[in-house]
């Protein structure tokens, strides 16, 4: 079931990308009928080592996937209570060092504290190797750091990007480098004060100096509704959402898009979702050109989630237009 967080002031607005997230989520999440199957299988090893395995099958063309192992190295330090201590510095960097004195000679002690790592490494069907090492809240307070590495054996090409996150009450700010690419650099950040939100994203290409990209959104959260207006592809792409959760068992949302590219034509979808029982919920959804899209979800066990999807066209009934899809897990 959707989640909404901001209400209360003082808190971490949602990021740029999620201004809309409760409608979109509950407008696209779910729908089995865009793919044919798709697999998430997660485990955790005793060594706390965390995998992931994907796997995705489209109506057509090749079926994609990967694999995942992450290793979190949490925070850690060392303290020695050596007889006497004559100096003793410390680095803001966690090196330190102690002089310590003990009869007839004198010893120099370095202390390292583990800042705390997380690597991921991810190897997937297209044969590219990526390698993610995460450092989170220890350069500043709010601020996560990322580099990532791309690897592809067959054409010996090389990806590095480094990626920012930084949250402080009422303000989440994002910065993507790809460092070999340009380079190019993605920021965007959201503001926001008493559930009002207001964001902006831009795209730099440093090599060509000019802007590639940017987009504006507005919003407002509630612990029942979101509503929000976004403006991107270069401001020309407009959409209103609005999402409700009516009770504890109903949620609707609605969302229109217009093109001011493409023609006066607006893009209409409407959505509900319908909470059986703890452990199962029917969704569906219709838009302007009269595709219908029914689903049905359910938990079988903690892990293992199964899913039906349809979808219909409703303008054309007596034709083969119409999809009946198992499974996601």
Not at 1 to 8: C, G, Y
Not at 91 to 119: E, K, M, T
Not at 244 to 257: D, L, P
Not at 266 to 274: D, F, N, T
């Amino acid at each position: 079931m959707a989640t909404l967080d901001l209400p209360k002031t003082g808190a971490v607005p949602p990021a740029f990308s999620d201004i809309a997230k409760t409608s979109n989520d509950l407008l696209n999440k779910d729908f089995y009928h865009t793919t044919a199957s798709k697999i998430d299988v997660k485990s955790k090893a005793p060594n706390g080592v965390s995998f992931n395995v994907k796997g995705q099958s489209a109506h057509e063309g090749r079926t994609s996937g990967s694999i995942e192992a992450k290793y979190a190295d949490p925070p850690s330090g060392t303290y020695f209570n050596l007889l006497r201590l004559v100096t003793y510095t410390r680095s803001p960097h966690g090196l330190n060092s102690q002089i310590i004195l003990s009869p007839g000679n004198a010893a120099l002690l370095i202390l390292y504290h583990r800042a705390g790592l997380s690597l991921t490494q991810m190897w997937t069907t297209a044969n590219i190797l990526q390698t993610k090492v995460e450092l989170d809240n220890k350069i500043a307070n709010g601020l996560k750091a990322e580099a990532v590495t791309d690897f592809t054996p067959k054409s010996q090409t090389f990806g590095a990007k480094l990626n920012l996150y930084f949250k402080q009450p009422n303000f989440n700010a994002r910065a993507f480098f790809d460092v070999l690419k340009g380079p190019v650099a993605n920021v965007d950040c959201v503001l926001g004060h008493e559930g009002f939100l207001v964001g902006a994203e831009a795209g730099y290409d440093a090599q060509k100096a000019a802007l590639t990209k940017y987009a504006a959104a507005i919003g407002y959260t509630q612990p029942e509704y979101t509503a929000a207006i976004t403006a991107s592809n270069n401001l020309s792409v407009f959409a209103a959402s609005y999402y409700h959760k009516v009770n504890s068992q109903v949620e609707a949302g609605a969302k229109a898009t217009w093109d001011s590219k493409a023609g006066n034509n607006v893009g209409l979808e409407v959505a509900s979702k319908y909470r059986l029982d703890p452990s199962s919920f029917a969704k569906a959804k219709i838009n302007d050109r009269g595709i219908a899209a029914l689903a049905y979800n359910v938990k079988l066990r903690p892990g293992v989630t199964t899913g039906l999807g349809v979808s219909l066209d409703t303008q054309n009934l007596n034709e083969a237009a119409h999809k009946v899809l198992p499974l996601d897990v």
